[in-house]
């Protein structure tokens, strides 16, 4: 499995900006499709967006498409997700995930690797 830690979270006014990152170590990165989901108190963790493997095509939940960036960087190991136009339901923890090989279905069930998290809070 390949190990992951995300950072970048934080406070921002709702309309700002953050940019979340997540290093991968342990295995060949481009190995991996990468994606980002999003936990937020009192509801189910849900998929934000994904990336495929070199050459990287995405894929974003609805809610985010337009203010939201997936990219990586194989040669860093690091995918990021630029967040833009943030509002107050944009506040979760927000994980990053790896599956080897191709992005599957995009369900939780289908990304083996899971980052510890990081916080997002959108002040209104």
């Known amino acids: 499995q390949v190990q992951l830690v995300e950072s970048g979270g934080g406070l921002v006014q709702a309309g700002g900006s953050l940019r979340l990152s997540c290093a991968a170590s342990?295995?060949?990165?481009?190995?991996?499709?990468m994606a980002w989901f999003r936990h937020s108190p009192g509801k189910e963790r849900e998929f934000v967006t994904a990336?495929?493997?070199?050459?990287?095509?995405?894929f974003y939940a609805d809610s985010v498409k337009g203010r939201f960036t997936i990219s990586r960087d194989n040669a860093k190991n690091t995918v990021y997700l630029q967040m833009n136009s943030l509002k107050p339901k944009d506040a979760a923890v927000y994980y990053c995930?790896?599956?080897?090989?191709?992005?599957?279905?995009?369900?939780?069930?289908?990304?083996?690797?899971w980052g510890p998290g990081t916080r997002v809070t959108v002040s209104s």
């Open positions: 342990g295995r060949i990165f481009s190995n991996y499709a």
């Open positions: 995930a790896a599956r080897l090989g191709n992005w599957g279905q995009l369900s939780e069930r289908d990304f083996g690797s």
């Open positions: 990336i495929a493997r070199d050459p990287g095509s995405t």
